[in-house]
């Protein structure tokens, strides 16, 4: 899946002459911590909520509120923003932003297509994301764990045993790595008219089941 796909679209921007009370009125208002600076509809920078933080006068300030307000009108984005900023493409795979992110240690990637800023992608996407593929918001559904050899056709003949019970499989996750067994942990998350007896009849066929768990 591409990041167009999680991406939000209505990204609320700035410009570089916003001052910081706007910012933080808009950060407040719209419920975000990210702000990208655009220029003719061109990043140039990202404010964050860490730079609104550092800008912002202390709590232990003796300034007066009207000195702080001076102050803060003076404080502008281009003066706070993030020069360098770390981007992607509408057709980056969901799991390179991910790597991304990881990588470059920070929690959004604004979009950018043909140099204009179309969407951004934040850690809460990601995270959405992640949720949605393990199925984990399903109702009436049982959550398996279970090892399995780090084999051709492992996979497919659990599968294919798992319909043959009656089972449908709504999502199935499973590490590259394993684990200390040497094995390879595989969720799987179906619906059946008997859960709990399919999750027998598979410990009956062999399977290391590690966990059963139903969500009604």
Do not use: W
């Not at 393990?134 to 492992?154: I, N, Q």
């Amino acid at each position: 899946m591409f990041v167009s796909r999680i991406m939000i679209r209505q990204v609320v921007t700035i410009d570089a002459n916003t001052n910081l009370i706007e910012m933080t009125q808009l950060m407040k208002e719209h419920n975000i911590n990210h702000l990208p600076v655009l220029e003719k509809g061109r990043l140039i920078g990202l404010v964050c909520e860490d730079e609104i933080k550092l800008a912002a006068p202390s709590s232990v300030s003796t300034l007066s509120v009207n000195e702080a307000n001076y102050l803060l009108d003076k404080v502008t984005a281009k003066t706070i923003m993030q020069r360098k900023v770390v981007t992607c493409s509408p057709d980056t795979l969901v799991e390179e932003a991910g790597l991304s992110l990881r990588q470059n240690q920070i929690t959004c990637l604004p979009v950018v297509e043909r140099d204009q800023l179309v969407g951004i992608v934040t850690t809460g996407d990601l995270l959405d994301f992640f949720l949605d593929i393990t199925g984990c918001t399903m109702e009436e559904t049982t959550r398996l764990a279970l090892h399995l050899p780090d084999k051709t056709g492992e996979l497919t003949a659990l599968t294919e045993l798992i319909n043959r019970l009656g089972g449908y499989i709504a999502t199935i996750v499973s590490p590259v790595h394993p684990d200390e067994t040497g094995l390879r942990i595989v969720i799987v998350r179906y619906r059946a008219q008997n859960p709990h007896q399919l999750a027998e009849a598979l410990i009956k066929e062999g399977y290391d089941v590690i966990s059963e768990h139903r969500v009604l």
